[in-house]
């Protein structure tokens, strides 16, 4: 249960991170405007760490790949050994696909948006990628695969001709079309003609030829959509999450949670279901949910109230009594009207070996032990100095920005991002007070906080209760008066075996390293 | 290069296709791949399109799926048996492909093609093949080397086969749940082949470890291994190896192995023998019928009937029999539902007494159901029970809850009840049917729902043809020919469905003296649709009366309504007046 998570571990804190700039892809220059359908909203680092993929909202998937390791999508064995060298990661630009297109449900009257909601990556096989993605309402699996380019030539019919590979040369598309218009017609023939007693010779007929496929050894990346599982969610996905198992994985939408086969497109199973009989009594929606990394029957869904709630699969077919509540009983020293908006989780992530869960709401991550469930462990504060703007921020509907959170893959520290594009980490072992501010931009510590405040202990919680960032004095983070709450960073990723951050600044992917 | 002959141009095109852009186009070479090979002959089907189809193995799932098909019967083709090793490449490549549909069909044809091997080239080619996928670097191929082991297993050596044994149990242990969800689910397979001796010492072994794998889904599946294995070992094997197995899954965490407990048990009671039955696995079977998941009891509802064949009739009305009770009144329609399909089966078992003292009370309190699909259930099974208890009993007790189902406000309900009226009416008799249910099959008739008045209809013919012309002439007819004075047109139109359904089956002496009479008298309906369903009706009596009556009444009555004012009915007069034509040509 604990093993590579050394949060609860003792021994010597490990030295705060000196964060420096990796990489960008997609910088704007000065003045230029953000499509918004090149917005980023969806970073996922595939569980090796050799492949990085975005989705954004013109429902577009764009992968990387990493320079840096010996043979990016070589053997098995590899892929599973993380014994890499001691330079930092370096991705390039693989390949992109439209994963989603806008539709319209004509018997809601409703259209969904392309927006990738999220991306999750599933096992990699026979050397090609996969991964999941989702918008509101539909999930698609998709391979990625090099492909060689093929030749074929050396036709009977008509040598001469040399068709190419369609999903590859474009040039050769006139061609084959002619090719297939052609042939197109003769299958009837071949049936006539060889149900016409149309004899063979024993020994076969030698001017006959099979087609010659040229292989060559460049390759391109090919994206395939294998399946689409759609139908199943009345209200909008919020997040999808794969197995321990390798063949299933969950969506969870608003008020319900399915659970699915990758093999099986057309039925999936409802396993919690928090829609009240009357619509009127719902108080309290799912936000986010994601499997446990290792026990295939164990996950976690937040909500809107602030819960966490651990569900066992083995107990019952549906899952509405959880197995596990977690919630900060601790009463906020000051209860105002946004104290229930801001409480809402906007994403959880399990650490790698389970034991913990990263929670972050409006004003803090939290970060939880599932043994655990009195409490936090510890309460980071994020952007504290924000608390007497909420008024503002519920006007312009800032209040409601989902900001998703990181674990590194050590478990050691976490981040998760704010406005004006800054992104904070802190260190979560036991007595640790490393606190970064990064701005996401060429120059990440431009705002850097250099002397963060000793943590100051909650009287009312448990020993290890750590609440920090709190007592900063006000501006520290930069120019706290002047925050932009347009430029927000709601997508960041850790890399899962090295201290590698990928975040999204509007349509901008930043790289970070330490 | 010139173009090949004319003759052979079809199968120049086919073989060309096999490398066609359109995917419909390459499927259909694929098919024909048989013709191909007969094209080349069979030396070049060996060495060029075998080779040209493993080296193409990346096309869309469809095609791949269509070659592994063909490759299964292209022994053949390639010259035979002793040359049937050359079929394993392509077929080796299938197997490791990450659509399984694809991957099984491989394995289907790998196993057809090593079943025909000879000893020699098995273990030359095909033994080797198994090896290479087992060792796959990829976890496809060593998902597809656990399916084909027990047909490379049999002829193999005895170096060989402690070989493969020791492979199979690496895979038991492989990293990957899906390598062990295959290991656990061919177990049982290859255990079949393996000896004995082994059966205990090895196959156990991997067995165990399954049965406490950490992955539900891999100890689900090792469920379905017990009753194969149990079939396998000794009885005394079975009952120190399988049984403690099986009655832990019975109480196991997860709901699913639970699930699969439920559905298998009856099987596995048959591998353990009739003692350990009685004494292990009717707790672990009533702990399942009282589980607290409903899936489970579901599962186990269902196969009631099943477990209860295996058991004497004592034990089941002492330990099953409770659970039963309490599950016909269980909070879940389903499981209710699932017991409902089943339990009328149980009668036969338990005998007539017992049924009478134990069953009846439960068949009725199912039969008064608020959910329709309980209902249902017990009313397709009525016959089983008329055999044990006999027709009075059953007429005393379920005939009224039968009758009130006929007036169900589901019409689905009432339409079932309807279609078991003359199974009911040939088990029940004469007499006692024109009490109870003969006013029902009138009142059907008029009913709201259209589907209902059909059926109606079609029992009204169903019972004439089970009492005979007479019966139906005294109880049916009168009643119906009622009817044709009803207010409303939708119910005169019923009157002409039932007669044009009837009247085959009275002939043409009642035919002509009753029915005929009503049917003119109802062609000079106010509703046009009346008046064109005469036309249709009449065309319909055509053939079972006389010539005579035709001439005289039919074709008067179709003559003056193929002058009426609507369309249609002019329309179907017409049609009907063309066919006695028609007959009329071909008599003469």
Same mark, same amino acid.
């Given at each position: ?9 003792? *021994? ?17 220059s ?20 050799d ?18 390791s010996?043979?990016?999508?070589g ?5 599973? &050994? ?12 693989k ?12 018997l ?31 999930i698609?699996?998709?391979k ?15 040598s ?15 061609k ?7 042939? &197109? ?17 024993? *020994? ?22 294998r ?11 919020n ?24 093999e ?6 409802n ?13 309290e ?20 109230? *602030?819960?966490?709630?651990?569900i ?30 801001i409480?809402?989780?906007s ?14 709401d ?15 462990v510890?309460t ?50 036991p007595?640790?007070t ?14 850097q906080?250099?002397t963060?405040s ?13 609440r920090?960032?709190?007592?900063e ?29 990928a ?11 330490a | 290069m ?36 007969r ?20 096309d ?15 022994i ?10 050359v ?85 038991c ?15 049982g ?20 470890? +399954? ?5 539900? #889904?891999v ?21 120190a ?27 596995l ?11 292990? +696995?009717?707790?672990?079977?009533v ?46 329609q389903?499981?209710?539902?699932? +017991? ?7 009668a036969?078992i338990?005998?007539k ?24 259930n017990?009313? #397709? ?123 085959p ?49 039919i074709?008067?009555? +179709? ?12 329309y ?7 066919s006695i ?8």
């Amino acid at each position: 249960m604990n093993g590579g998570d050394e949060v609860g571990g003792s *021994g010597e804190l490990p030295q705060p991170l000196d964060w420096r700039f990796s990489q960008v892809f997609g910088e704007r220059s000065a003045g230029e405007e953000v499509q918004e359908v090149d917005i980023i909203s969806a970073i996922e680092f595939d569980k090796s760490g050799d492949h990085l993929a975005t989705g954004d909202r013109g429902g577009r998937v764009v992968l990387f790949e990493r320079t840096d390791s010996k043979n990016a999508s070589g053997a098995r064995r590899d892929l599973e &050994g993380t014994d890499y060298s001691l330079r930092h990661p370096e991705f390039r630009y693989k390949t992109e696909f439209q994963s989603h297109e806008p539709e319209f449900d004509y018997l809601k009257s409703l259209e969904i948006e392309e927006k990738i909601n999220k991306i999750r990556w599933s096992q990699t096989a026979n050397g090609a990628l996969f991964l999941l993605s989702t918008n509101d309402k539909t999930i698609k699996f998709w391979k990625v695969q090099d492909k060689k380019i093929k030749k074929i030539c050396d036709i009977n019919t008509d040598s001469s001709r040399t068709l190419g590979n369609g999903s590859v040369a474009s040039s050769s598309n006139s061609k084959t079309t002619n090719a297939c218009l052609t042939n &197109g017609g003769l299958p009837d023939k071949v049936n006539n003609s060889l149900s016409n007693d149309f004899s063979l010779p024993p *020994g076969g007929i030698p001017l006959l030829r099979l087609p010659v496929v040229i292989t060559t050894h460049e390759t391109s990346p090919v994206a395939r959509c294998r399946r689409v599982y759609t139908h199943a969610h009345d209200y909008h996905i919020n997040s999808i999450s794969n197995n321990s198992d390798g063949e299933t994985f969950i969506s969870a939408d608003d008020l319900r949670i399915n659970l699915w086969n990758l093999e099986i497109s057309n039925q999936s199973f409802n396993i919690v279901d928090v829609k009240p009989a009357n619509m009127e009594d719902l108080t309290e929606v799912i936000t986010s949910a994601e499997f446990h990394p290792t026990h295939c029957n164990t996950l976690a869904y937040s909500s809107s109230k *602030g819960s966490i709630r651990l569900i066992d699969l083995r107990q019952s077919a549906l899952c509405d009594s959880h197995s596990k509540l977690f919630e900060d009983t601790e009463t906020p020293s000051s209860r105002s009207f946004f104290t229930e908006i801001i409480a809402s989780v906007s994403d959880i992530k399990f650490a790698k070996e389970g034991r913990y869960i990263l929670s972050r709401d409006y004003m803090t991550l939290k970060l939880w032990d599932i043994n655990m469930d009195s409490g936090p462990v510890s309460t980071f504060q994020v952007h504290e100095y924000l608390r007497p703007k909420l008024c503002d921020l519920y006007e312009n509907d800032s209040i409601f920005d989902k900001f998703e959170c990181c674990l590194s893959g050590d478990g050691l520290r976490v981040a998760s991002g704010s406005y004006s594009n800054l992104f904070r980490v802190f260190g979560v072992s036991p007595g640790s007070t490393e606190t970064t501010t990064l701005e996401a931009s060429k120059n990440p510590m431009r705002r850097q906080v250099t002397t963060p405040s000793r943590p100051s202990r909650s009287l009312s919680s448990i020993t290890r209760a750590v609440r920090r960032g709190a007592a900063e004095s006000p501006g520290v983070d930069g120019n706290a008066n002047s925050f932009d709450h347009t430029t927000k960073l709601l997508h960041l990723a850790w890399h899962p075996t090295e201290n590698s951050i990928a975040c999204a600044a509007a349509n901008s992917l930043y790289m970070y390293y330490a | 290069m010139a173009m090949v002959d004319e003759p052979l141009y079809p199968i120049a095109v086919l073989i060309d296709e096999l490398k066609n852009d359109d995917i419909q186009l390459r499927l259909n070479s694929i098919r024909r791949l048989s013709t191909i090979a007969r094209a080349l002959g069979e030396e070049r089907t060996r060495k060029e399109l075998i080779p040209f189809l493993s080296e193409n193995s990346d096309d869309d799932d469809e095609v791949l799926l269509a070659m592994a098909e063909e490759l299964g019967v292209f022994i053949p083709f390639v010259g035979g048996i002793e040359y049937a090793h050359v079929l394993l490449p392509p077929l080796e490549s299938l197997c490791t492909v990450e659509e399984t549909c694809v991957r099984e069909k491989a394995l289907d044809s790998l196993c057809k093609i090593g079943s025909q091997m000879r000893e020699t080239d098995l273990v030359d080619s095909f033994v080797p093949l198994v090896k290479r996928l087992a060792a796959g670097e990829w976890f496809a191929a060593r998902v597809s080397a656990c399916g084909i082991f027990h047909v490379a297993y049999q002829g193999c050596t005895d170096v060989l086969k402690t070989e493969l044994r020791s492979t199979y149990s690496l895979l038991c242990q492989d990293d990957m749940p899906m390598v062990r969800r295959a290991a656990a689910s061919n177990l049982g397979k290859f255990a079949t082949t393996v000896e004995s001796t082994y059966l205990i010492a090895e196959i156990m072994t991997m067995f165990d470890d +399954l049965t406490k794998d950490d992955q539900d #889904s891999v100890r689900l599946l090792a469920v379905e291994g017990c009753a194969a294995l149990g079939k396998l070992l000794e009885p005394q094997d079975c009952v120190a190896r399988i049984l403690p197995v099986i009655v832990n899954f019975s109480q196991d965490k997860s709901w699913r192995v639970r699930y699969m407990v439920a559905n298998q048990l009856y099987e596995l009671c048959e591998a353990v023998g009739p003692d350990c039955t009685k004494t292990d +696995l009717v707790p672990a079977y009533v702990r399942l019928l009282r589980d607290n998941e409903a899936e489970v009891r579901i599962a186990a509802a269902g196969k009631v009937t099943k477990f209860c064949r295996l058991l004497n009739p004592e034990l089941a009305i002492q330990h099953i029999l409770p659970c039963v009770k309490e599950l016909s009144s269980d909070s879940s329609q389903h499981v209710r539902s699932a +017991l409902a399909s089943v339990i009328m089966g149980m009668a036969p078992i338990l005998g007539k007494d017992s049924t009478i003292e134990h069953l009846l009370p439960i068949f009725l309190s199912l039969l008064k159901d608020e959910f329709p699909d309980v209902r249902l259930n017990i009313i #397709s099974k009525l016959d089983q029970v008329n055999q044990v208890i006999g027709i009075d009993l059953l007429s005393q007790s379920l005939l009224p809850a039968i009758v009130e189902l006929a007036e169900d406000r589901h019409w689905r309900v009432r339409l079932a009840i309807i279609e078991y009226v003359p199974l009911l009416a040939s088990q029940l008799g004469i007499g006692f049917f024109d009490d109870k249910l003969g006013a029902l099959c009138m009142q059907w008739l008029q009913d709201k729902v259209y589907s209902i008045r059909e059926a109606a209809a079609n029992n009204l013919k169903r019972l004439a043809e089970e009492f005979g012309p007479e019966w139906a002439m005294q109880h049916l007819v009168p009643q119906v020919l009622d009817m044709v004075n009803n207010p409303h047109y939708l119910h005169r139109m019923m009157v002409l469905r039932a007669i044009s359904l009837m009247a085959p089956v009275m002939g043409s002496e009642i035919t002509c003296s009753k029915f005929l009479p009503v049917v003119v008298e109802a062609s000079k309906d106010r509703v046009p649709n009346i008046k064109f369903n005469v036309a249709k009706l009449l065309q319909s009596l055509i053939p079972i009366v006389d010539q005579s009556v035709v001439d005289k009444t039919i074709r008067q009555c +179709l003559v003056d309504l193929s002058e009426d004012p609507d369309v249609d009915v002019r329309y179907f007069a017409n049609q009907a007046l063309n066919s006695i034509d028609g007959t009329t040509a071909a008599q003469s």
